[in-house]
Nanobody
Framework: VQLVESGGGLAQAGGSLRLSCAASGLTFSSYTMGWFRQAPGKEREFVATIDWNSITAYADSVKGRFTISRDNAKNMMYLQMNSLKPEDTAVYYC??????????????WGQGTQVTVSS
């Protein structure tokens, strides 16, 4: 399984970025996919998930600003980030898992992409 994030970079507060996660080596449509982030000196935290049925969930801190989506035909997941804040600065990680069919709790992680928001 390989997960490769892209789209990170530097943005100004109030700006936008779109992250992408390219997945390979797995039955993508069977997996819940998610975005997590880790800021310097902090633990990795949940940002958003989208399950195999495209049901989404968001952390309160990003609700209304970020949108998670997936394209099963392309094995891709996205995170549209609008109204960015300096506190959104972190390394953003793509996660695959759990899997619905057959059931598996094995998680897979990407290597991360840096997002930096300047004030």
């Amino acid at each position: 399984v390989q997960l490769v994030e892209s789209g990170g970079g530097l943005a100004q507060a109030g700006g936008s970025l779109r992250l992408s996660c390219a997945a390979s080596g797995l039955t993508f449509s069977s997996y819940t996919m998610g975005w997590f982030r880790q800021a310097p000196g902090k633990e990795r935290e949940f940002v958003a998930t989208i399950d195999w049925n495209s049901i989404t969930a968001y952390a309160d801190s990003v609700k209304g600003r970020f949108t998670i989506s997936r394209d099963n035909a392309k094995n891709m997941m996205y995170l549209q980030m609008n109204s960015l804040k300096p506190e959104d600065t972190a390394v953003y990680y793509c996660k695959a898992g759990p899997r619905a069919f057959p059931v598996s709790s094995q998680p897979y992680w990407g290597q991360g992409t840096q997002v930096t928001v300047s004030s």
